[in-house]
């Protein structure tokens, strides 16, 4: 029979991993170290995580649960563009307050579901500027290519905090706004590209009864050829 797992001893052993990590400095903390400040034997923290990838999967879950809290809590200011650009703000700023779970979440190959969660806020951000009109390039084009950005820049800061590089990041941060977005105005005028891509956001949000699935389907992609 499979024994149960005590969430009291779950929470113990996630808090110490957290503490030792923040006290490593960017070093690497072992399941023994872990065990020891917790209190408990090894057979205890792979009960409760499986191994060691388990143990800090869900170690970044739990320190990246306020930068989640902060970004389901964030209001719209009533310019998508701008709520764009508060994202990437609150995004950095976690970043260089909290560096060893920012490491955790995307300094590794693997992508926790945390950081999942993360990326289909920015991408709900994006859907918002792709159905005003003011969307230059695909939603799912413009949502990579603002994450890459964001993420490059927040490495950069933990890696080498300075005055210069926060200046940097509000200079790539506009950059890529400048890439990706266009300025607000009447539909009529915008770009046959963001037209496009704002035609789609708005059939993906509320698809359309008078198409079959293959109808809608090859007006999605023709969409996405007017938006490239």
């Known amino acids: 029979m499979t024994a149960q797992k005590d969430p009291d001893t779950r929470d113990r052993i996630l808090r110490a991993a957290a503490r030792l990590l923040m006290e490593a400095g960017g070093e690497p903390v072992s399941t023994r170290a ?13 009960h409760h995580f499986g191994d060691k990838r388990g143990l800090f999967d869900a170690v970044a879950a739990h320190g990246f649960e306020e930068y989640l809290a ?36 995307y300094g590794t190959p693997r992508t ?4 999942g969660e993360a990326y289909g806020i920015l991408l709900g951000l994006v859907e918002a500027v792709a159905r005003a009109g003011r969307l230059r390039v ?41 890439a990706v977005t266009a300025d607000g105005g009447d539909h009529a005028d915008a770009p046959l590209a963001s037209r496009a891509v ?4 708005a059939l993906q949000a509320a698809p359309p009864t008078g198409l079959t699935a293959s109808e809608t389907a090859l007006l999605g992609e023709w969409l996405d050829r007017l938006a490239d």
Do not use: N
């Open 138 to 178: 695909p939603v799912a084009t413009a949502a990579r290519m603002i994450h890459a950005a964001g993420v490059g820049v927040a490495l950069t800061l933990i890696a080498s905090p300075s005055a210069d590089d926060r200046d940097a990041s509000v200079r790539t941060r506009e950059a890529v706004l400048a």
């Open 34 to 46: 872990v065990c020891t400040a917790a209190g408990v034997g090894a057979p205890t923290l792979y």
């Open 70 to 105: 902060g970004k389901r809590a964030q209001g719209s200011t009533g310019d998508p563009v701008e709520d764009l650009r508060r994202g990437w703000d609150l995004h950095i700023e976690y970043a260089v307050t909290h560096p060893a779970f920012y490491t955790l979440m």
């Open 112 to 115: 926790p579901a945390a950081a």
């Open 198 to 201: 704002a035609l789609k956001a």
